[in-house]
């Protein structure tokens, strides 16, 4: 993997270069094996949370972990082109527009001791800014090279907090053109039904359920990019016991061997139904 500055990255993606790179600032990694007419995303897989911010921060290292979503890099990791970050959200989101990026709250509890300096906030944004310019470049270069593009926009969620049975997968598809998609739609969501999980782990899916699809990442691209589907997945996190902080990586390879094989299928029959 190399060490590499936007500029850098966004000038390799233009010239149809494969390359593994992290960002010089290291705040997210690309990797492109191949140029396939697919893309799989992890926004929320990073954990790092530059020192400068620790003092300030209210929310403990656990807090954090307990709100990212560690290991949806791992479960696609196989795939051609997967783009992931590396910051916790907890110093920026990239799953929310700019301006609403860096929390003041997070989940009911404030944030930070003080409020955050200009300086600290605009540091973060220019990472959000610099992820951005390169999905922008990235997404530019499959829809001109195939036509199409579908995106797979991986999260968990903590199913633990809720008071009512939920699903181990939700898709969101609440900002997406449901009419259009509407067969890839339920067949990423049968699919995902069928995964085969370990230790007696019952898999379902349902769609917009405990989360509709609302995430940046999905919206810049979607509005963005007119021939590009963004599925927003996230797998509630049975791969962890998300109370004591322990991973189940037997779980999290069962999910990441399935998908290395479903996902590859269901990207194929979305390009041959779309392809322009």
């Known amino acids: 993997m190399q060490k590499l500055t936007v500029a850098e990255i966004i000038c390799k993606i233009n010239n149809e270069e494969t390359f593994e790179a992290v960002s010089s600032d ?9 140029y396939v007419h697919y893309v799989c995303g992890a926004v929320h897989d990073g954990h790092q949370f530059r020192k400068e911010l620790w003092e300030n921060c209210l929310h403990t290292e656990y807090e ?3 709100e990212e979503d560690p290991e949806t890099k ?10 992931a970050g590396c910051d916790s959200r907890f110093e920026y989101d990239l799953n929310r527009a700019p301006e609403t990026a860096i929390y003041i709250d997070a989940w009911g509890k404030q944030l930070w001791k003080n409020p955050l300096p200009k300086k600290m906030q605009e540091k973060s944004l220019q990472k959000h800014a610099a992820f951005y310019s390169v999905v922008h470049a990235l997404i530019s270069k499959i829809e001109k ?4 593009c579908i995106v797979y926009d991986m999260h968990s969620y903590n199913w633990k907090r809720w008071t009512r049975e939920v699903p181990t997968w939700n898709l969101g ?8 998609f509407k067969n890839e739609i339920e067949s990423w969501r049968a699919i995902l039904e069928n995964t085969p999980l370990p230790n007696n782990i019952k898999s379902t899916s349902k769609i917009n359920d405990t989360f509709q ?19 927003a997945t996230e797998i509630a996190k049975v791969y962890c016991d998300e109370l004591s902080q322990i991973m189940y990586p037997e779980v999290v390879a069962a999910v990441e061997s399935y998908l290395k094989v479903e996902l590859k299928k269901h990207a194929n029959s979305f390009y041959k139904a779309h392809k322009l």
């Open 64 to 66: 954090r972990w307990f």
């Open 74 to 83: 791992t479960m696609v990791q196989t795939h051609p082109i997967v783009i």
């Open 145 to 148: 090279k195939f036509g199409v």
């Open 173 to 180: 598809t609440s900002n997406i053109d449901n009419d259009r």
């Open 213 to 231: 699809g609302n995430g940046y990442f999905l919206k810049y691209i979607t509005n963005n990019f007119k021939n590009t589907l963004v599925l």
């Open 26 to 34: 290291y705040s997210f990694t690309l990797i492109i094996h191949d």
